[in-house]
C-alpha cells in the first residue's frame, strides 16, 4: 500500500471515528418472560450511581432473561454508557436483523466501573469503548451472564456512525438504469 493510499485510509477512518454521534433507541424490541419493568432501560432516565436493583431498571433474576433494543436504523457501532447492577456481568450482542447475533462486548461494575465511582452496592454508570463494528447493526441484545442472579439494567446507549441510506433520487437513477439495461437486453433478443 502506498503512502498516499496509507494517508487517505488513516484520515478517512479518523474522520468516520469523529462522526460517531449517539444512537437512538427506538424501543424495547422484546424481552423473555422474567424481565421486570422492561420499559426503564431506554427511557432517558439513569439512575445515580448506588440505586438499589431493583430501582427505576429492568430487572430480573437469573442468567436466562433477555432485552432486546431496537435502534432508529443501522449504525457501525463503537462506544455504549452501561448502566447496571454492579456486581453482575453482561454480554452485549448486536444483529442486523433480530434473529442472528454477534458478540459486541462484556461488561460488569466489578471491573469496568470508573475508579471515581467506587461502587459497592446497586447500578454503576459505565462508559465502554470498543473497536467500530463491521456491520451496521439495527438490534442490541443484553443477557446476564454470570454474578449473583439479582440483574438490573437501568439505562443503556450507544454511540456510532449512521450506516449510509441511499437519497431516493439514487433509488430511483438506479431503477431507471436497470430498467434501460432490460430494455436493451430485450431489444437485442427481439
Known amino acids: 500500500m502506498s503512502i498516499l493510499s496509507k494517508t487517505f485510509a488513516t484520515t478517512t477512518l479518523v474522520g468516520l471515528m469523529a462522526a460517531a454521534h449517539a444512537v437512538p433507541i427506538v424501543s424495547v424490541q422484546s424481552s ?6 422492561a420499559a426503564a432501560a431506554a427511557d432517558g432516565v439513569v439512575p445515580a450511581n448506588g440505586t438499589p436493583w431493583q430501582t427505576t431498571s429492568a430487572w430480573w433474576t ?3 432473561e433477555t432485552l432486546t433494543f431496537k435502534l432508529d436504523q ?7 454508557v452501561i448502566t447496571a447492577d454492579w456486581n453482575d456481568v453482561y454480554r452485549f450482542s448486536a444483529s442486523t436483523d433480530g434473529v442472528t447475533f454477534t458478540q459486541l462486548f462484556t461488561v460488569t461494575g466489578l471491573v469496568d466501573q470508573p475508579s471515581s465511582a467506587n461502587v459497592s452496592f446497586g447500578q454503576v454508570t459505565m462508559p465502554i469503548s470498543f473497536a467500530p463494528s463491521a456491520l451496521a447493526y ?3 441484545r443484553v443477557q446476564a451472564i454470570a454474578g449473583d ?18 437519497e431516493p433520487s439514487t433509488l430511483a437513477f438506479m431503477a431507471a438504469g436497470l430498467g434501460l439495461v432490460g430494455f436493451v437486453a430485450r431489444r437485442r433478443r427481439g
Not at 439479582?150 to 439505562?155: F, H, M, P, S, Y
Open 32 to 37: 423473555t418472560a422474567g424481565v421486570t419493568n
Open 62 to 64: 437469573g442468567n436466562t
Open 74 to 80: 443501522a449504525y457501525f457501532l463503537s462506544s455504549a
Open 138 to 140: 439495527t438490534y442490541i
Open 149 to 166: 442472579g439479582q440483574n438490573a439494567i437501568g439505562e443503556v446507549s450507544f454511540g456510532g456512525i449512521a450506516a449510509p441510506v441511499p
